[in-house]
């Protein structure tokens, strides 16, 4: 009969140097192997800590990183990249959410507190772009469990802002911008969403109606469709999904003209034009898409999506998150759970503005909340 410690068993992990995996606190950040050992009680270590400090990366989330990845990239884009960017049929055109366009058109000004979550370095960023017509996506409302997440950062910072309301949303309708930092609204995110698809279905229109999409896409194909391509398209009797694919094979034919960036910043100049007529005239419609939400600010979603600009820092709240857990220089475990919010509170502080760190998360949901309730009068 074999003895206990005669028996022997290999234990693999999938691990190798160079891989990245999950750790710290929330065991939601990202760190690169640079070494796999065993400690003096023979348990594996990964960069000198237990291997139980550690998970890996599922196949979702892999996959979720890439798209968000691929994302970013495509949302970074130029302007001329986005605007043929609409998939299947005229429902993925583009609205812009601009601020002179609303003034114009006759959408008015609404002032209202909204939150922002992001990092030290979006604290920074959002300091210069106070005061600026430059748009930012916000919340009235948002589940705790982001705060310390993030949701394109690592989290741990949200700014209170005063800040001036261009559309809000019960939900996030992924809205996307260029680079000049205006943004954008594909109709097919709300059309269904907010049973107003009957007045987005009006915008799009059909061949013969004026201020449409339909109408404007088939002026614009007429104007600007290369004549040894020509015979590749036809708009009579085209439906709405013909033109969506007209549309994008334009973009594709248009980059081998060889003044291709005037060409394209005039198709670009007149799609602006022709979806502010638009806008204008479904202006009422709009206002009512757009701005019903102000009265209401309560959502069941994860979180919902106010689009703002000329906004001004009220506060600024912090929270714990990994990103404020600094691994030490020293390789000294023991120091790596640094605090680093309070290095960066003071800053707030001497920057001029009052701060606060929360050490519960739901309490700083439940403040948000009270905020939203009583600015929208259901209080």
Do not use: C
Request: a positive charge.
């Amino acid at each position: 009969m074999k003895k206990f410690s005669e028996y022997s068993e290999d234990i693999t992990i999938p691990i190798k140097v160079g891989d990245t995996v999950l750790g710290g606190k929330f065991k939601n950040k990202k760190m690169v192997v640079k070494d796999i050992g065993k400690n003096e009680k023979g348990d594996i270590t990964i960069n000198g800590r237990p291997l139980l400090k550690f998970r890996i990366m599922s196949e979702a989330e892999e996959m979720a990183e890439k798209i968000l990845v691929d994302e970013g990239v495509r949302w970074a884009g130029s302007l001329s990249d986005k605007l043929f960017d609409v998939g299947i049929s005229l429902s993925g055109m583009w609205l812009p959410m601009s601020p002179s366009i609303f003034k114009r058109i006759g959408l008015e000004e609404n002032r209202a507190t909204v939150f922002h979550v992001t990092d030290a370095d979006g604290y920074r960023s959002l300091k210069k772009m106070q005061g600026k017509k430059q748009s930012i996506s916000a919340f009235f409302e948002m589940q705790a469990r982001y705060f310390s997440r993030g949701i394109q950062t690592t989290g741990g910072v949200i700014v209170e802002l005063d800040a001036n309301v261009l559309s809000a949303w019960r939900e996030d309708v992924m809205s996307s911008p260029d680079k000049s930092g205006r943004r954008w609204i594909q109709l097919s995110y709300f059309g269904g969403m907010y049973r107003v698809q009957d007045d987005i279905d009006a915008m799009i229109g059909g061949d013969g109606k004026k201020n449409s999409m339909f109408e404007l896409i088939k002026d614009l194909l007429k104007k600007y469709l290369p004549g040894q391509h020509a015979h590749k398209v036809t708009l009579y009797n085209a439906t709405d999904k013909d033109l969506a694919k007209h549309w994008q094979n334009l973009a594709l034919w248009l980059r081998k003209e060889p003044d291709y960036r005037k060409i394209m910043g005039n198709v670009v100049k007149d799609y602006i034009d022709g979806t502010e007529r638009i806008m204008k005239a479904n202006v009422k419609k709009l206002k009512s898409i757009f701005r019903s939400y102000l009265n209401r600010r309560n959502t069941d979603a994860s979180w919902d999506e106010i689009l703002v600009n000329q906004f001004k820092i009220k506060k600024v709240h912090a929270i714990d998150s990994d990103g404020w857990h600094r691994t030490s220089d020293s390789g000294d475990p023991e120091e790596d759970d640094y605090k680093g919010y309070l290095d960066f509170l003071e800053k707030v502080k001497a920057d001029g503005y009052e701060a606060q760190y929360w050490e519960n998360d739901m309490e700083l949901e439940i403040y948000i909340r009270g905020i939203a309730k009583k600015e929208s009068g259901r209080e």
